[in-house]
C-alpha cells in the first residue's frame, strides 16, 4: 500500500510542490476562485479575484456571505446548476454588479465555472476561471455610440441636404394645352453625394417652353447651393427672349467666377407647342431621348458644346443648336449622367438600357396599372426600374414633355339652384385633373368656383336678388388652359348686380367672393345690364418629385418638390400655464399666410401674451421667419408679449439661431427661461 508521504511526493514530481503551486495560483492574471459544497463555501480565491472583487477575508465564508449584492443576478443559481448537474457553464461578457468599496460597479466577464470532483469522482465543490473584459465591452460599446451618433449627425446632414434641394428647385412645371411636363430627381445615397442636379420648365414670352436638366460637381450643402444660382441665372436669361446660346454664354461666364461651378454640365432644349420643333444645346452633357408609345426611342445628336467654365473660347459659338421635330404623342426626355453612370454597367450599354425602359414606360409595358399618364411613368417608372437593378452612386435626375392634342375646354350650363353646387365642384376638378393640374390647384381653383356658383345661385336670383325672367335663371361656367400655363375659369350669371350695404354682404355674397380671391391668382367682376361675370385666373402647374431611395416606388410618383402635402397646424394648448399655442408640420412659402393670419388672431393684432411652440415645426423658410419677425415687431409695438419656443436641435431652433430672432431653447412652462 503507497503511503501519504509517497503521494505527496509523486504528486509534487507532477505538479510541484504545493508553496510553488500557491504562488503560481496566486499570481495567475485572470481570476481563479475554488468553493465547495453545495453553500458554495469558499477555499480559494487568488490574487487577482481578490483585487477584482475588493473583499479580503473570503475563504472560510459562503458566496452569499461575500457577494449578497449578486441576489437576482442568476449568479448563485448559476452555480447550484454546475453543482447539481455536474455540467460545465461558460459565458462570454456576462454582465455583473457587484459593490467595489461601496460603490455600485458594472462589470463584464468571461468565464468557465466547472465541477470539482474529489478522488472517488463525486462532486465536491466548483471552480471558476474568469477574465475580466470590461475595459472591452466598454470600448465596444463606445465604438458603438460613436456611430450612431455618426449616423444620426449623417441623418440630419443628409436632412438638410435633402430640403434644400427641395427648396431650391422650381414649386412646379407648368401645366400647358399642347405639352405635359414630368420630372423626378432621385438624390444620390451615398454620404453627403446629393445636391448637384437640378431641373426646371418655363413657359416664354413667345410662348414656346424652355426645359433646363443640369448636373453640379459638387454635391451637398455647397453644391445645392452652387446648382440654385446657375439655375437661377439661366431661369432668368431663358425668359429674357429665348435665346439658347446667349443664355449659355450668360452662365458660361458666371460658372467661371464661381468656385465650384466649373465643369457643370447643362441641357437646354426649347419646344414649341405649335408645330413640335425642339431647338437644344448638350453643353457636357447627354443628349436628349426621343420616345413615343408605338417606336423605339432615339436620341438626337450632341451638339459638341462642353461643360461650363472650360478652356474654350466665351462666345455664343461655343453653343451651337440642333434642331428636330416630334410627332403627335412622342416625348422629349432630358435626364442627367447619374442615370446612364451606374454600377457594372459600361456608357454605351446603359444608353441602350435607358432608352429600351423610358420606351416601355411610355408605351405602359413596364408596370402597368399605375394610372400616371404616359410622361409621368416615364420619369418615375424608369427611374425605378434602373436604379433596382445597378446601384446609383450620383444624383439621378429625368425631365419629360409630351407632345399632345389640346384637351377640351369646360363648359357647364346650370340652373340657378342649390343642388348644382356640387356639380360645379366636382366637374371643375375632373377638368383640371384632366389637364394635368397637381392637386394643390386643383383644391383651389374647383373651391373657388363653388364659392362663385354658390353666390350666384344664392344672390343673383334669389329673395334677396333682383327680379328675372322664368327660365333665365341659370349659371354658366367656362374654363379654358392658355398656352401661358393660365387656366381662365368664367362664371356667369343673367342676373342684375344689386349693391348691397356692408352689414349685408358680410352675411352673404361678399364672403365667398373674397374668399374665391385669397385662393387663386386674381379675380375679376364684370357687371352689365344682362348679368354678371366672375373670371378667375390661376397659373396652374404640376410638382416635380424629388426623392430620396426608401420613397421610390412608395406612395405614388413620388414627394411634390415644394406642394408638400402636409398640413401646418396651429393647435391651441388649453392646459398650459400660460396661453400658448403649439406649430407642427412645415412653414413654405405657401402655409407662412395662414401662419400669419393665426398669429394675427391669436394675439390680438399683437395686444395679446402667447408663447407659440415652435418644436414640431419641420421645416421654417424664409417666409415663415418673415412672418415671425413682423408677428413679434407687431406684438413689441402693441405693448404685447410674443414669446418663441424651439427645443434645442430642432429644425426651427437652428433657423432661429442663425436668423437672430428672439426665443428660448427651454420650455417656459416646464423649465427656467433660457433666452437667445
Known amino acids: 500500500m503507497t503511503s501519504a508521504s509517497t503521494r505527496d511526493r509523486d504528486w509534487a514530481g507532477e505538479v510541484g510542490d504545493a508553496q510553488t503551486v500557491r504562488a503560481v495560483f496566486d499570481e495567475t492574471p485572470v481570476l481563479l476562485l475554488g468553493m465547495e459544497g453545495p453553500e458554495h463555501r469558499i477555499v480559494a480565491a487568488n490574487a487577482a479575484f481578490r483585487a477584482t472583487t475588493g473583499r479580503t477575508g473570503q475563504v472560510g465564508r459562503t458566496l452569499v456571505e461575500v457577494f449578497p449584492e449578486m441576489e437576482g443576478q442568476q449568479v448563485y443559481e448559476m452555480y447550484d446548476r454546475v453543482y447539481r448537474t455536474g455540467r460545465q457553464q461558460v459565458a462570454r461578457e456576462w454582465h455583473v454588479q457587484m459593490d467595489v468599496e461601496g460603490v455600485r460597479t458594472d462589470g463584464y466577464y468571461d468565464f468557465t465555472v466547472t465541477p470539482w470532483r474529489g478522488p472517488d469522482g463525486e462532486i465536491v465543490g466548483t471552480t471558476l476561471v474568469s477574465v475580466d473584459v470590461t475595459h472591452r465591452v466598454l470600448e465596444r460599446q463606445a465604438a458603438q455610440q460613436r456611430v450612431e451618433d455618426a449616423e444620426r449627425r449623417y441623418a440630419v446632414a443628409r436632412d438638410t441636404v435633402v430640403s434644400l434641394q427641395r427648396e431650391l428647385l422650381p414649386p412646379g412645371l407648368p401645366v400647358l394645352p399642347r ?11 451615398a454620404d453627403s453625394a446629393a445636391g448637384g442636379d437640378w431641373f426646371d420648365a418655363m413657359v416664354l414670352p413667345c410662348g414656346r417652353v424652355a426645359m433646363t436638366v443640369g448636373d453640379v460637381v459638387g454635391h451637398g450643402v455647397a453644391g445645392s447651393a452652387v446648382m440654385g444660382q446657375l439655375r437661377a441665372v439661366l431661369q432668368d436669361r431663358l425668359l429674357e427672349d ?48 426621343v420616345v413615343g408609345a408605338q417606336r423605339p426611342g432615339r436620341y438626337l445628336p450632341s451638339t459638341g458644346a462642353s461643360p461650363l467654365g472650360g478652356d474654350a473660347a466665351p462666345g455664343d459659338a461655343r453653343f451651337p443648336l440642333g434642331t428636330a421635330r416630334l410627332a403627335d404623342g412622342e416625348l422629349l426626355v432630358l435626364f442627367t449622367d447619374g442615370l446612364v453612370e451606374r454600377t457594372g454597367r459600361d456608357h454605351a450599354g446603359s444608353l441602350v438600357e435607358v432608352a429600351q425602359v423610358a420606351a416601355d414606360a411610355a408605351a405602359d409595358r413596364a408596370l402597368r396599372g399605375s394610372g400616371l399618364t404616359a410622361v409621368q411613368r416615364v420619369c418615375t417608372q424608369t427611374v425605378e426600374l434602373l436604379v433596382r437593378q445597378a446601384p446609383h452612386t450620383d444624383d439621378v435626375t429625368i425631365l419629360a414633355a409630351q407632345w399632345v392634342a389640346p384637351p377640351p375646354p369646360l363648359r357647364l350650363d346650370l340652373p340657378a339652384q342649390r343642388g348644382v353646387i356640387a356639380g360645379a365642384y366636382r366637374a371643375a376638378g375632373r377638368w383640371l385633373e384632366q389637364l394635368g393640374a397637381g392637386e394643390q390647384d386643383v383644391s383651389a381653383l374647383r373651391h373657388a368656383v363653388a364659392e362663385l356658383v354658390t353666390n350666384c345661385v344664392e344672390h343673383a336670383y334669389g329673395a334677396d336678388g333682383p327680379p328675372h325672367e322664368p327660365g333665365t335663371a341659370t349659371v354658366t361656367v367656362t374654363g379654358d388652359l392658355g398656352p401661358d400655363g393660365v387656366a381662365r375659369i368664367a362664371v356667369a350669371d343673367r342676373g342684375r348686380w344689386r349693391e348691397r350695404p356692408p352689414a349685408a354682404s358680410s352675411r352673404s355674397g361678399g364672403l365667398g367672393l373674397m374668399l374665391a380671391g385669397e385662393l387663386v391668382d386674381s379675380l375679376q367682376l364684370r357687371r352689365s345690364p344682362a348679368g354678371t361675370t366672375a373670371e378667375l385666373r390661376h397659373a ?3 410638382p416635380g418629385r424629388v426623392l430620396t431611395l426608401g420613397e421610390i416606388g412608395a406612395g405614388g410618383p413620388g414627394v411634390p418638390v415644394r406642394d408638400d402635402p402636409d398640413l401646418l397646424l396651429v393647435l391651441d394648448e388649453p392646459h398650459a400655464a400660460t396661453p400658448r399655442v403649439r406649430v407642427d408640420g412645415p412653414v413654405t412659402s405657401v402655409t407662412a399666410a395662414q401662419l400669419a393670419a393665426d398669429l394675427q388672431r391669436l394675439t390680438r393684432h399683437g ?10 415645426v419641420t421645416l421654417l423658410s424664409s417666409a415663415g421667419v418673415a412672418v415671425l419677425q413682423q408677428a413679434l415687431g407687431r406684438s413689441r409695438d402693441q405693448a404685447g408679449r410674443l414669446s418663441l419656443y424651439a427645443a434645442a436641435g430642432t429644425p426651427a431652433q437652428h433657423v432661429l439661431a442663425l436668423t437672430a430672432l428672439a426665443y428660448t431653447s427651454a420650455d417656459p412652462d416646464r423649465e427656467p427661461d433660457v433666452p437667445r
Open 179 to 189: 405639352a405635359r411636363l414630368a420630372a423626378t430627381c432621385l438624390l444620390a445615397e
Open 242 to 289: 429665348g435665346d439658347i446660346a446667349r443664355a449659355l454664354t450668360a452662365l458660361d461666364a458666371m460658372a467661371r467666377r464661381i468656385p465650384g461651378a466649373r465643369a457643370a454640365t447643362v441641357c437646354v432644349a426649347v419646344l414649341d407647342p405649335a408645330d413640335g420643333t425642339v431647338s437644344y444645346c448638350t453643353a457636357g452633357h447627354p443628349p436628349p431621348l
Open 540 to 542: 396652374v402647374r404640376t
Open 607 to 616: 395686444t395679446r401674451h402667447l408663447t407659440v411652440d415652435l418644436t414640431g
